[in-house]
């Protein structure tokens, strides 16, 4: 019988294959243990497109995308492609999907294994055990606000200049995410601008607060100043539950907070879209934050956990699998307990495992927590 979970799989270049292949093997560990079982479709995207379609993204991989339930993503790029002109770049088969798919919520776990506590910049007291969200706003903001450009003055002098612009229907569908996403964890909502100098952030502010008071009203809402928020992050990240932010302060809080965590290796993320008001699925991209690593790529020297846990997301949002989301992160977590480590993560000193190792171990971890 053909499953009703559509996924297009897009490994893209570099490690992505190689991470890509030990989600493969928890998806066909999921089908035989329990009885779970995916429409996977395979597609190129980045320099494999190029190299068989001469695009980054074809027509055809592009509508697959929109037409199944969540799209689980690798990384695309690396040197053999780095002079093509920007247009065609590898990179850009990543935009467009995220541009045609219309992912405006950006979604990016800063989580901390206890086993790896020790890999933080920070205190191992101050982050051991931290599960925070944060939610970016990703296709509005300064990054896309017009006027934009850079102009010379009547004196000589050039200018550059970008504009912050939000309406209040893009304020209303990010914080709606945010607000749905506390509720399903600790239910508490930071909302973070600068209300106190841009007029961006005070319509930011009093949208997410009208909304939080009209729809919400089960969910703990708290409004924080961006700077501020930096501080905290660094200070006692374990106050945040889930950070709403635009796209200009969520770009530097997610990478904030992602180092909190430790290695690029470990970070997966989530875009999402609108919800479809007949069917309630909403388009979805799942990816880690890594790129396709070229200086270790083809040496099985990857960590593939970051892909995991982006399947583990793609289980809990696309499919409100959560259970089994639950054991896959479970078995991340007691894999790490147990002292295995890929090289990016192992102590000095420490004997590094391969990339399948890591997989492998994952799958006996699985094998336990099923019994
Ligand atoms: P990168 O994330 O690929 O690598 C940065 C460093 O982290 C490297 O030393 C790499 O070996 C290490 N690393 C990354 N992921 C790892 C993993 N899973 N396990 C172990 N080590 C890991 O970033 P970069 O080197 O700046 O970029 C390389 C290529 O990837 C470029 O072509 C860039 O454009 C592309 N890129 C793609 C994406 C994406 O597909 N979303 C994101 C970032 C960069």
Redesign the pocket.
């Known amino acids: 019988m053909a499953s009703n979970k559509k996924l297009l799989v897009l490994p893209?270049d570099?490690?992505?294959p190689e991470?890509m292949n030990e989600v493969r093997r928890i998806v066909d560990w999921m089908d035989k243990r329990r009885h779970v079982s995916f429409d996977m479709q395979d597609g190129l995207c980045?320099g494999a497109a190029i190299d068989a379609h001469g695009t980054p993204l074809t027509d055809e991989t592009m509508a697959d995308a929109l037409a199944v339930d969540a799209v689980l993503?690798?990384?695309?790029?690396?040197?053999k492609w780095?002079d093509l002109p920007f247009a065609m770049k590898?990179?850009r088969g990543?935009l467009r999907l995220r541009k045609e798919m219309d992912l405006f919520a950006n979604l990016r776990p800063a989580i901390v294994f206890d086993a790896l506590a020790d890999a933080s910049a920070l205190k191992p007291e101050l982050v051991a055990g931290l599960d925070i969200m944060i939610l970016r706003e990703l296709t509005g903001g300064i990054y896309f606000g017009e006027p934009r450009g850079i102009e010379t003055l009547p004196s000589g002098e050039r200018r550059g200049f970008n504009t912050q612009s939000y309406t209040e229907s893009e304020i209303a569908r990010v914080a709606r995410v945010g607000f749905e996403l506390a509720g399903k964890r600790q239910g508490r909502l930071t909302s973070v601008e600068k209300a106190n100098v841009m007029e961006s952030g005070v319509l930011w502010r009093e949208v997410v607060q009208q909304i939080g008071d009209t729809e919400f009203p089960n969910i703990k809402l708290n409004h924080m100043y961006a700077d501020n928020c930096a501080m905290q992050l660094v200070r006692a990240p374990k106050q945040f539950d889930v950070i709403v932010t635009d796209n200009l302060f969520g770009d530097i809080l997610s990478d904030c907070a992602a180092m909190l965590t430790g290695?690029?290796?470990m970070l997966p993320s989530a875009s999402l879209g609108a919800e479809d008001p007949t069917t309630g699925r909403r388009m979805a991209l799942y990816?880690?934050?890594?790129?396709?690593?070229?200086?270790?790529a083809g040496q099985g020297?990857?960590?593939?956990l970051?892909e995991v846990l982006s399947f583990a997301m793609l289980l809990r949002y696309s499919f409100d699998m959560g259970e089994d989301a639950d054991m896959v992160e479970k078995a991340v977590a007691n894999v790490l307990a147990s002292g295995k480590r890929?090289?990016?993560i192992a102590a000095p000193g420490q004997q590094p495992i391969s990339t399948s190792e890591m997989g492998a171990a994952i799958l006996s971890e699985l094998d336990k927590l099923a019994a």
Not at 74 to 79: A, K
């Open positions: 893209g570099g490690i992505g991470v980045g993503f690798g990384s695309v790029g690396g040197p780095d590898p990179e990543l290695s690029l290796g990816e880690p934050v890594h790129g396709s690593a070229p200086d270790i020297k990857a960590n593939p970051a890929t090289g990016d």
